[in-house]
């Protein structure tokens, strides 16, 4: 049995809509930032990840991924 701490909860969502995944949207968050640039070796492009990679804390986080659809949900079950 799988058990959650009492900060996570889980959402249903419907199959084959990566567009409702929040992992999805922060690729394309990171996707966008390492697009388009040429890196002169692949140390400075595991560098410039690893940056990216920090930068991801809450705020951001939530800038990201924080969709009406994941609030309404949330908030239908957490009465904040």
């Known amino acids: ?7 996570i909860v889980l959402l249903n969502i419907p199959p084959y809509c990566p567009e409702l ?17 040429i890196y002169d070796t692949l ?3 595991e560098q ?5 990679i920090e ?5 951001i986080v939530k ?3 924080a969709y009406q659809f994941y609030l309404k ?5 957490f009465k904040v």
Do not use: C, F
Request: aromatic share 8%; charged share 30%; hydrophobic share 40%.
């Open 21 to 37: 995944n929040p992992a999805e949207k922060i690729w394309q968050w990171m996707k966008k930032n390492i697009a388009i640039k």
């Open 73 to 77: 949900a949330y908030y239908s079950i």
């Open 43 to 45: 140390d400075d492009l």
């Open 48 to 52: 410039k990840i690893e940056q990216l």
């Open 55 to 59: 930068k991801l804390e809450g705020e």
């Open 1 to 7: 049995m799988l058990v959650l701490p009492e900060n």
């Open 63 to 65: 800038s990201i991924t």
